[in-house]
C-alpha cells in the first residue's frame, strides 16, 4: 500500500448517480472535494469482481469489445450520427482488432472493426430480441444488427471445411486413378 499523506493536495471524488438499468446518457454526476489525505491501495481494485453483462451493458473494456465483436459474421449496419441514420448496409465482418493508429471502415459489405474508434459498446436487445452492438463515439453510433449465430457461423465453417475436404479427397482420387490407368497401358 501507498501512502500519500505528506504534502497531498485536496482529492476530487467523482460520483456517477444512477440505477442498474440507466443509460449513460441517464447518469448524473456529482463532485465533491476531499481534504483527507488518500491512501491508495491498488490490490484494491483487483479485489471487485468483473462485471457481468447478459445481453445489455454498457463495455468499456476494449478486450471485452473484441471478445463480443470477433464472434460477429454477417450483420446488419446503422451509421448514426446525432440520432439520424446516415447510412445503412447489410455486410460482413471481416476482421476487428485494437490499434490507435487505424481506422475502423465500412465499405463494399466488409467491416473492419477498430475498438480504439469507439469509446464504448453498448449491448441492447431489440424490440424483436435481437442482439444490438452499438458502438458509440461522441454523438456517433455504428449499430451493428446481427443476422447469423455463432452457432450458424461454425455450422457453415464445419460445412465448408468438410465438403473442402470432400473435394480434395476427391480430386485425390480421380489423380490417382489416372496415374494407375497410365501405368496399366504401358
Not at 13 to 18: E, M, S
Amino acid at each position: 500500500m501507498i501512502d500519500y499523506r505528506e504534502n497531498s493536495p485536496p482529492v476530487l471524488l467523482i460520483v456517477l448517480l444512477g440505477s442498474s438499468s440507466s443509460s449513460i446518457r441517464d447518469l448524473r454526476t456529482r463532485a465533491y472535494v476531499c481534504d483527507e489525505p488518500m491512501s491508495y491501495d491498488p490490490a484494491a481494485f483487483s479485489r471487485l469482481p468483473a462485471p457481468c453483462l447478459v445481453d445489455t451493458g454498457i463495455v468499456v473494456n476494449k478486450a471485452d469489445m473484441l471478445r463480443l465483436l470477433n464472434d460477429l459474421g454477417k450483420v446488419d449496419y446503422q451509421d448514426i450520427r446525432e440520432g439520424t441514420v446516415a447510412s445503412w448496409g447489410t455486410g460482413y465482418v471481416m476482421d476487428v482488432f485494437a490499434d490507435p493508429s487505424q481506422s475502423t471502415l465500412v465499405a463494399n459489405q466488409s467491416l473492419y472493426l477498430n475498438v480504439h474508434s469507439f469509446d464504448y459498446l453498448e449491448l441492447e436487445r431489440l424490440s424483436d430480441q435481437k442482439s444490438c452492438f452499438n458502438l458509440v463515439q461522441d454523438s456517433r453510433r455504428l449499430r451493428l444488427i446481427p443476422l447469423t449465430t455463432p452457432l450458424q457461423e461454425q455450422a457453415t465453417r464445419n460445412l465448408n471445411a468438410a465438403a473442402l475436404e470432400a473435394m480434395v479427397a476427391e480430386a485425390l482420387c480421380a489423380s490417382w486413378d489416372a496415374c494407375l490407368d497410365d501405368d496399366g497401358s504401358l
